[in-house]
T-cell receptor, first 114, second 115 residues
C-alpha cells in the first residue's frame, strides 16, 4: 500500500534561515506528490505539486520541492524562512487507483524563532 | 470561484447525539472527498463522490457514518450516535477532474467535539 513518511514531527528554525522538510513515499511507479500547509484551526492550502517533468518544482510563497526517485523523496525547501511560515506542513501522495484520494504523512510542525 | 465552504465550522455535541455537516464544493467540480483529521495526524480518507455517486468508503467509515451528495452539488456527512472517538476535524475537498489526478482544494473544516 502507498504510504508517506515525514520523519520530523517538529522543526525549529530561526527567521531568515533556510528550511528543509523531509518527505519519503513508498510506491514503485512515478507518484503524484503534493505539499500542503495548514495554519491552526484551518483547512489545507496547496503549496506545490509534482506530476511529471522537471523534478524541481516551484510553488507559492517562495517554496520549492525536489523529487528524487532514487531516494523516494520529495523534500520541501524555503530560503529564507519568515515568521509567517510557522504552520504545519503535510506531504501527500495521490493514490494510483481511480479514486485519486490523497494519502498524507503525519505532518511536520514548523516553529520560527525571531 | 468562492472556494470550498463547510458548515458549521465548530460543533460540540454530547455522546449519543446525531450530527450533520455540510460541504459546498467549488462550482462545477465533479469530485468531492471527505477526510478526517485527528490531533497530531494527517488527514485520512473517508469517502468520495463522483458527481452524485458515492464510489468508495474507507474502513474508517463505520455504519454510524453516512454521506450523500444529492444532485452532485453539495454533500452532507452524518454521524449517528456519536462517540468520543469521533472527535476530530472533518475536511472536505473537491477537484475538477474525475478521470485523472488533479489538485484537491480543501475547505476550512468542521471541528467536532463529542463530550
Amino acid at each position: 500500500a502507498q504510504s508517506v513518511t515525514q520523519p520530523d514531527i517538529h522543526i525549529t528554525v530561526s527567521e531568515g534561515a533556510s528550511l528543509e522538510l523531509r518527505c519519503n513515499y513508498s510506491y514503485g511507479a512515478t507518484p503524484y506528490l503534493f505539499w500542503y500547509v495548514q495554519s491552526p484551526g484551518q483547512g489545507l492550502q496547496l503549496l506545490l505539486k509534482y506530476f511529471s517533468g522537471d523534478t524541481l518544482v516551484q510553488g507559492i510563497k517562495g517554496f520549492e520541492a525536489e523529487f528524487k526517485r532514487s531516494q523516494s523523496s520529495f523534500n520541501l525547501r524555503k530560503p529564507p524562512v519568515h515568521w509567517s511560515d510557522a504552520a504545519e506542513y503535510f506531504c501527500a501522495v495521490g493514490a494510483m487507483d481511480s479514486s485519486y484520494k490523497l494519502i498524507f504523512g503525519s505532518g511536520t510542525r514548523l516553529l520560527v524563532r525571531p | 470561484d468562492t472556494g470550498v465552504s463547510q458548515d458549521p465550522r465548530h460543533k460540540i455535541t454530547k455522546r449519543g447525539q446525531n450530527v450533520t455537516f455540510r460541504c459546498d464544493p467549488i462550482s462545477e467540480h465533479n469530485r468531492l472527498y471527505w477526510y478526517r483529521q485527528t490531533l497530531g495526524q494527517g488527514p485520512e480518507f473517508l469517502t468520495y463522490f463522483q458527481n452524485e455517486a458515492q464510489l468508495e468508503k474507507s474502513r474508517l467509515l463505520s455504519d454510524r457514518f453516512s454521506a450523500e451528495r444529492p444532485k452532485g452539488s453539495f454533500s452532507t456527512l452524518e454521524i449517528q450516535r456519536t462517540e468520543q472517538g469521533d472527535s476530530a476535524m472533518y475536511l472536505c475537498a473537491s477537484t475538477r477532474s474525475g478521470i485523472k489526478q488533479d489538485t484537491q482544494y480543501f475547505g476550512p473544516g468542521t471541528r467536532l467535539t463529542v463530550l
